[in-house]
């Protein structure tokens, strides 16, 4: 599982806060607080799959895209 968040987004911080209540390992990015050339990579990532821009947004098995702080569809995508 992947996640782009920004450092100040609270609902980035919630997403982490129940991921990791539920035990689920995540990897994520910062897109506020990396370098330049980081957050081109990532937004353009984000671009290349047709994903609306907004934080955070939630890659399950490279397949799901969950945009927002959305507990239920995470829970669902992530069979738990």
């Known amino acids: 599982m992947f996640l782009y968040t ?6 980035c911080k919630k997403t982490k806060e129940l991921l990791r209540e539920r035990g689920v390992a995540y ?6 607080t990396c370098s330049s050339e980081e ?4 937004l353009d990532s984000l671009k290349s799959r047709n994903v609306q821009i ?4 939630i ?3 490279d397949r799901t ?3 927002g702080y ?3 569809e995470i829970m669902e995508a992530l069979g738990l």
């Open 54 to 57: 907004g934080f955070p947004v």
């Open 65 to 67: 895209l969950i945009t």
């Open 27 to 32: 990897e994520y990015l910062d897109v506020d």
């Open 70 to 72: 959305k507990p239920g």
């Open 39 to 42: 957050r081109r990579k990532a």
């Open 59 to 61: 890659i399950v098995d």
């Open 6 to 11: 920004l450092s100040t987004c609270v609902w």
